[in-house]
């Protein structure tokens, strides 16, 4: 079974511009959450996404946003990019409503801003 | 405000030996935690988890325990390998919040010396 899959793996942005990652989730899997580490935060939540709803929403800016399709695949959005954003955002799927915490990651889109 | 911390951000032991690792919450909501392990370039991977229905949970060579009047949990590994050697994450979930958002610590680099 294939597992979570991100693309891209790597990229690099200007500030100022805008970047969409995509994330597909395992097959089955219809909760999709977004994380964003970076070495001095750690894993910070961003959102959450469970049958194209947006079910939850950490504590970022409104310049991160993101999406869920009906294929449970999702997207996240960065606009106006900053310096700070420079980070690996993980993309995590879960099948169960059953809220147990047991998370799928992907290997991660590492964002670099300069 | 870290609601999850893992005040060592490293540790080494010799090959053999137990690994202790430890994770302190201030969030009196969270009921559900949760340990993850991350070796580079390749996102978190599920290790064990505990309820606060329980103190202990067993799996194998990963043991974790549970203080909730202390808001403290661990995990020992034993024998430690060097194969474990990655950074550990301890997270918390609130349940029954229908999500999945968990709160991350900052992460343990473990290193077995062989």
């Known amino acids: 079974k294939a597992g979570v899959t991100q693309t891209p793996r790597y990229l690099i942005k200007t500030r100022g511009q805008q970047v969409t990652l995509s994330c597909s989730p395992i097959?089955?899997?219809?909760?999709v959450s977004w994380y964003q580490q970076t070495p001095g935060q750690g894993l910070q939540f961003l959102f959450e996404?469970?049958?194209?709803?947006?079910?939850n929403k950490g504590n970022f800016p409104g310049r991160f946003s993101g999406r869920q399709f009906s294929n449970s695949r999702s997207e996240m959005n960065v606009s106006t990019l900053e310096l700070g954003d420079s980070a690996l955002y993980l993309c995590?799927?879960?099948?169960?409503?059953?809220?147990?915490?047991?998370?799928?990651f992907g290997e991660g889109s590492r964002l670099t801003v300069l | 405000d870290q609601q999850v911390k893992q005040n060592s951000p490293s540790l080494s032991v010799q090959e053999g030996r137990i690994s202790i690792l430890n994770c302190d919450y201030t969030?009196?909501?969270?009921?559900?935690f949760l340990w993850y392990k991350k070796y580079p370039a390749e996102g978190p991977t599920f290790l064990i988890s505990?309820?606060?229905?329980?103190d202990k949970n067993e799996d194998g060579r990963f043991t974790v325990f549970l203080n909730k009047s202390a808001k403290h949990l661990s995990l020992h590994i034993v024998p430690s390998q060097p194969g474990d050697s990655a950074v550990y994450f301890c997270?918390?979930?609130?349940?029954?919040?229908?999500?999945?958002?968990?709160?991350f610590g900052k992460g343990t680099k473990l290193s077995v010396i062989p």
């Open positions: 995590a799927s879960s099948f169960d409503r059953a809220n147990t915490g047991e998370l799928f």
């Open positions: 097959s089955g899997h219809r909760s």
């Open positions: 996404y469970f049958s194209e709803t947006q079910r």
């Open positions: 969030n009196s909501m969270f009921d559900y």
């Open positions: 505990i309820s606060s229905i329980k």
């Open positions: 997270a918390a979930s609130p349940r029954g919040a229908g999500s999945y958002q968990l709160t």
